[in-house]
């Protein structure tokens, strides 16, 4: 049996820190224009811009859906549903693809 060498332990963790640093779920976000408890200038505007500047992957919805608590309605759940559907196919064939230096980095962590 053969101990991995610290420089493929490294390299796996690299990968990983690098994975879990960069990798931020996309979001997305429904505003009422409305809402005159919390109106999108003074939240979900803010907040959908605070998302973009951490390089976060937003989809704003901001339209007349009711006052605030307008809740669970069509006119923004098929869109949003449609929104899922396509996440799922983006991160099914991304996680298909392979990850340079993954392969390599296990290679070198398994005790033969």
């Known amino acids: 049996m ?9 390299a796996l963790v690299q990968l990983r820190a690098r994975g879990a ?4 779920p996309a979001v997305y976000v429904v505003g009422s224009t409305n809402d005159r408890l919390l109106p999108p200038p003074e939240h979900s505007d803010l907040v959908v ?8 992957s937003v ?4 339209q007349k859906l009711g006052d605030h608590g307008f809740g ?26 392979p990850v340079e230096g ?11």
Do not use: D, N
């Not at 053969?2 to 490294?10: H, I, N, T, Y």
């Not at 640093?21 to 931020?24: I, K, P, Q, S």
């Open 2 to 10: 053969r101990e991995p060498s610290l420089a493929a332990l490294v």
């Open 72 to 97: 669970v309605i069509k006119k923004w759940t098929t869109p949003c549903a449609a929104w899922l559907r396509e996440k799922v196919v983006e991160m099914t064939a991304a996680a298909t693809a």
């Open 59 to 62: 989809q704003y919805q901001r």
């Open 21 to 24: 640093v960069l990798f931020w």
């Open 49 to 56: 811009a605070s998302l973009k500047k951490c390089g976060v």
């Open 102 to 112: 993954v392969e390599a980095a296990m290679a070198a962590l398994s005790v033969a």
